[in-house]
């Protein structure tokens, strides 16, 4: 029975996703601006000077809300 209800879960959600519009919805003045920004931009570009150089990229993650924190598990503590 379980199989039968994620397969038909999978087969609603292809559907929807198979209907949907590409793209996204937006009013004439953030299309503007979107093609404003983005519409001189090329993807075969890179931001250096020296293009045999490799490119260095650095991001961080921060840590915005802890939700939960589960009991402590003695069983793996091998003290």
């Known amino acids: 029975m379980v199989r039968s209800e994620q397969a038909l879960a999978l087969l609603a959600t292809a559907f929807l996703l198979f209907i949907m519009p590409p793209g996204s919805q937006q009013g004439p003045h953030e299309k503007r ?3 404003n920004l983005l519409g001189p931009y090329n993807v075969l570009e890179r931001p ?3 293009e045999s150089e490799p490119l260095e990229v650095k991001f961080g993650l921060t840590l915005q809300q802890i939700i939960d924190v589960g009991p402590i598990s003695t069983a793996s503590c091998s003290w």
């Open 48 to 50: 250096v000077a020296n």
């Open 33 to 35: 601006l979107l093609n």
